[in-house]
């Protein structure tokens, strides 16, 4: 499906997921996860290096255990505001939706497309997750 749909195949799949994918024809890795978060997907450079996994706890021997405290005092607060923020200042979230491309000439970030019509506002992540599952199938 890559073959053919090139970085738009993320945006095809349907359901929870963090996914790796490697293009050997533009020497690029692609890290991406589904537009609602579900699974997560971590990014640290450590190194000269790129490191991803799904777990935070799969970084700490690679990465500083330096906290970010503001990471820290949101989510003890219960309010997050950064998304991309977690609790070590090294390591970062791919946000949700969020397509991460590391190349020869770095790291870059796309973002995949919002279907149409897809109001966000005051609805729970179950809902948005069933209206979008109806209008990818139409």
Do not use: K, Q
């Not at 499906?1 to 050997?24: E, I, K, N, P, S």
Request: charged fraction near 25%.
């Amino acid at each position: 499906a890559y073959a053919v749909a090139g970085g738009r195949v993320f945006g095809l799949l349907r359901g929870d997921y963090a996914v790796l994918l490697w293009d050997a024809r533009r020497a690029e890795l692609l890290a991406c996860r589904d537009l609602f978060g579900m699974r997560p997907l971590h990014v640290a450079r450590a190194g000269g290096r790129v490191l991803l996994a799904s777990d935070l706890r799969a970084l700490a021997p690679d990465v500083s255990a330096d906290l970010d405290e503001g990471a820290l005092a949101e989510h003890l607060c219960g309010r997050v505001t950064d998304r991309a923020h977690t609790l070590l200042t090294a390591v970062r979230r791919v946000i949700p939706g969020g397509v991460l491309h590391v190349g020869r000439d770095g790291c870059r970030w796309t973002a995949l497309p919002m279907p149409r019509g897809l109001n966000l506002a005051g609805r729970t992540v179950p809902d948005l997750h069933d209206e979008l599952c109806v209008r990818l199938d139409e």
